[in-house]
């Protein structure tokens, strides 16, 4: 007897589909195999894929609160605006465009995400009460300033220091300097030696433009992830999200020192930045995983549609990949980066777990990876679990009332965009 028993699925396991049932206990799973279980709660996924869940590696969350706001600028232009609005947002405002960010990403199955933000008291209650799984941090920047680069350290510090390990685990906390464009190399350096000693995750962004390689290599006479490298910076406990403009001795120095990246591709194509060469990263042994950047910049928080459309920009350079490793890249390299056993479906591991219905889309089925990669749009997301509990049932989210968050949400946007 299982908590959960999710029955008679065709799972993904290994880069394979098998059809099994799949055990529950606690937060983790517990079995996964033919034989006729039985759950306190039960799911007949007969008709249903039964899929690791989707790691949203990269995010923004209360950017769904600036959701089409200063569209059609390059990233330069559109932070401007952005860091505008930011200015006037509050702790209350935050929350309230996490939880609509957790809504949104659980109804396509994203099961974790990480989050750089500010007010992340905000953040850690919207994932609290969604039932998300979470790895955050305080989006700091010293922008040159060391007395500056004191404080925003210590707000980075003091939210591992108080959240890390809280939800029974569903949160955990990491450093999170914005951009080698935004911080110092020396409060950079700080940062990798902190994080050394409370031994957390580092997440930044890296070369997402051309305008940030030349200002880096402008300023320090080298290219963004060789600076990275040459103050220790880079290793196997740090993510770098986008990574488009990258030499193939970047690519190499990521590679050897283990470092992960979080793939964006809706966001880089949406401001004109450019194309990740993944197909390279994955082939050198990169662990690439997969983002949605903030919905300001996307707009949707849905790895369904992200995945679809990561595969076919790489086919679009002719660097073809089997659709199982894409599949990989959105749910077990996510896990991975942020070093948790989860985005698989294995005994042990966590309890983070989906099903996908069969939509019209997916008749017939000659590849069920195909399938699902190509044909999917997020809607057929019918269940989520996470950490063993059930949060969405037949596509509705259990733990939110999301009529009230809509409502919510509408109000809070207006005041942010119209200040009186
Ligand atoms: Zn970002």
């Not at 200015?87 to 199955?109: F, I």
């Amino acid at each position: 007897m299982y908590d959960i028993a999710v029955k008679n699925g065709l799972c993904f396991i290994n880069g394979k589909f098998i059809e099994c049932s799949v055990g529950i206990n606690g937060n983790r799973i517990s079995y996964v195999g033919k034989e006729d279980i039985r759950g306190d709660i039960e799911i007949d996924a007969s008709k249903m894929f039964i899929f690791p869940g989707f790691f949203n590696t990269h995010t923004h969350a209360a950017m769904t609160l600036l959701r089409g706001y200063a569209e059609g600028l390059p990233l330069r232009d559109w932070l401007e605006k952005v860091w505008e609005i930011e200015g006037r947002m509050r702790e209350r405002d935050v929350y309230w465009g996490s939880v609509l960010a957790c809504v949104e990403m659980l109804k396509s199955g994203i099961t974790a995400f990480a989050d750089m933000y500010i007010y992340m008291d905000g953040v850690v209650q919207a994932v609290g009460e969604s039932g998300m799984r979470a790895v955050i941090g305080y989006g700091m920047a010293d922008r040159g300033d060391e007395k500056r680069g004191e404080e925003e350290l210590k707000i980075g510090v003091e939210l591992i220091k108080k959240y890390d390990g809280s939800f029974g685990g569903r949160v955990r906390c990491m450093l999170t300097p914005h951009a080698p464009y935004t911080c110092s190399p020396e409060f950079l350096e700080k940062v990798a030696e902190i994080g050394r000693d409370l031994n957390v995750i580092k997440h930044i962004h890296l070369s997402e433009t051309l305008w940030e390689v030349k200002e880096i290599k402008k300023k320090y006479g080298m290219r963004p992830a060789e600076l990275l490298h040459s103050i220790g910076f880079l290793d196997d406990k740090t993510l770098v999200a986008h990574a488009v403009w990258l030499t193939d001795s970047e690519m190499e120095l990521l590679a050897t020192t283990g470092t992960s990246v979080a793939h964006c591709p809706s966001s880089n194509m949406k401001l004109s930045s450019g194309i990740a060469r993944v197909y390279e990263m994955l082939k050198m042994g990169i662990n690439v995983s997969l983002a949605s950047d903030g919905a300001a910049s996307n707009n949707m928080l849905n790895l369904l549609q992200e995945i679809r459309l990561a595969a076919l920009l790489q086919n679009l350079r002719k660097r073809v990949l089997p659709p199982s490793t894409w599949l990989k890249v959105a749910t077990e390299n996510g896990y991975r980066a942020y070093n948790l056993f989860g985005g698989v479906l294995k005994k042990g591991a966590l309890a983070d777990i989906v099903t996908i219905d069969r939509s019209l889309r997916h008749h017939p089925v000659h590849d069920p990876a195909s399938s699902i990669l190509f044909a999917s749009t997020g809607c057929e997301v019918s269940n989520v679990i996470v950490d063993g509990e059930l949060v969405v049932e037949d596509s509705s989210v259990l733990s939110m009332d999301e009529s009230k968050v809509l409502k919510k949400v509408e109000k809070v946007a207006e005041r942010l965009v119209n200040p009186q």
